[in-house]
């Protein structure tokens, strides 16, 4: 059983910058050929897909968000990493980090999720 587990600040200030990690346990984040994502619900709104980190490394984001993203990994760990600089209230949302297979968009396992406020 894959589980995965956000952790981070509940509070940022504008203009800082977001950093999550999520941690995986029962799975490794470099098994062919999942990828590992973190999505966003900004409250009263759907699903955002923010960006992925592959098996292999890669890395691809969401191009809205592109500018200001960075995710990266701990293969160490079993971690992978959120970077969302230059925050705005506009990204205070509910943080999740989820599996699925490359390009399914079929999450099969997602973390209970973080809320993340930016707020001054």
């Known amino acids: 059983q894959v589980q995965l587990q956000e952790s981070g600040p509940g509070l940022v200030k504008p203009s800082q910058t977001l950093s999550l990690t999520c941690t995986v346990s029962?799975?490794?984040?470099?098994?062919?050929?999942?990828?590992w994502s973190w999505i966003r619900q900004p409250p009263g709104n759907g699903l955002e897909w923010v960006g992925a980190?592959?098996?292999?490394?890669?890395?691809h984001y969401n191009p809205s968000l592109k500018s200001r993203t960075s995710i990266s990994r701990d293969t160490s760990k079993n971690q992978f990493s959120l970077q969302l600089t230059s925050v705005t209230p506009d990204d205070t949302a509910v943080y999740y980090c989820?599996?699925?297979?490359?390009?399914?968009?079929?999450?099969?396992?997602w973390g209970q999720g973080t809320q993340v406020t930016v707020s001054s």
């Open positions: 989820a599996r699925d297979e490359i390009g399914s968009r079929e999450y099969d396992y």
């Open positions: 029962g799975g490794s984040i470099t098994t062919s050929y999942y990828a």
């Open positions: 980190i592959n098996y292999d490394g890669s890395t």
